[in-house]
């Protein structure tokens, strides 16, 4: 009996102090309840860099396994901002600060177990240059079934203009208040 309370009170200690974790790592990202409609486009406006700016690219990997319907939809964040979604192997970009920046993707879902996907990755900025973060999703087979994961990492830039050049612009708009739940 002492044991099973022991473990109990271990257990509430951990996740209480996990919670500030939690917390701390999803400030990288967006609140919770802003969804987005989102396409990829065949326009791609021509970029300009802000004086004093950098220029952030985050561009969507994914290969849809067999038999899978429909495109994700990923949320990117910067220093708890949403800027935007990407759907169908397609990207966003934005202007950021010089200075030390965090970034994060996250499935948007109406299933709990993908709406939990999130990746996070920080950087720091400097003025005129042009960061490459590749958020890609990928399958993983099991004897017990099929998951999917999403990862959020910076690319070198040979790569990251490839995938600019090839993939559409995201153009992403927030849902309505009403759509939004």
Same mark, same amino acid.
């Given at each position: 009996?002492?044991?099973?309370?022991?473990?109990? &009170?271990?257990?509430?200690?951990? &996740?209480?102090?996990?919670?500030?974790? &939690? %917390?701390?790592? *999803?400030?990288?990202?967006?609140?919770?309840?802003?969804?987005?409609? @989102?396409?990829?486009?065949?326009? #791609?406006?021509?970029? %300009?860099?802000?004086?004093? #700016?950098?220029?952030?690219?985050?561009? *969507?990997?994914?290969? %849809?396994?067999? =038999? *899978?319907?429909?495109?994700?939809?990923?949320?990117? =964040? $910067?220093?708890?901002?949403?800027?935007?979604?990407?759907?169908?192997?397609?990207?966003?970009?934005?202007?950021?600060?010089?200075?030390? /920046? /965090?970034?994060?993707?996250?499935?948007?879902?109406?299933? %709990?177990? &993908?709406?939990?996907?999130? @990746?996070?990755?920080?950087?720091?900025?400097?003025?005129?240059?042009?960061?490459?973060?590749? @958020?890609?999703?990928?399958?993983?087979?099991?004897?017990? =079934?099929?998951?999917?994961?999403?990862? $959020?990492?910076?690319?070198?830039?040979?790569?990251?203009?490839? $995938?600019?050049?090839?993939?559409?612009?995201?153009?992403? /708009?927030? #849902?309505?208040?009403?759509?939004? #739940?």
């Amino acid at each position: 009996m002492k044991l099973a309370i022991a473990v109990l &009170l271990f257990a509430i200690s951990a &996740l209480a102090q996990d919670q500030p974790a &939690l %917390k701390q790592a *999803e400030s990288a990202c967006g609140p919770a309840n802003v969804n987005f409609d @989102a396409q990829a486009s065949t326009n #791609k406006p021509p970029e %300009k860099m802000e004086t004093g #700016k950098a220029i952030v690219y985050v561009t *969507e990997v994914f290969q %849809k396994a067999p =038999g *899978e319907m429909g495109n994700p939809t990923l949320r990117v =964040g $910067l220093d708890g901002t949403w800027m935007g979604a990407t759907r169908s192997n397609s990207y966003v970009s934005f202007s950021v600060n010089p200075g030390e /920046h /965090h970034l994060c993707t996250n499935w948007q879902s109406h299933f %709990k177990r &993908l709406s939990r996907e999130a @990746a996070f990755t920080s950087f720091t900025a400097e003025a005129g240059k042009r960061y490459y973060f590749r @958020a890609r999703v990928t399958y993983n087979s099991a004897y017990n =079934g099929t998951s999917m994961s999403l990862d $959020l990492e910076p690319i070198n830039p040979d790569e990251g203009q490839f $995938l600019v050049a090839s993939n559409g612009l995201s153009v992403s /708009h927030p #849902k309505s208040r009403a759509s939004n #739940k």
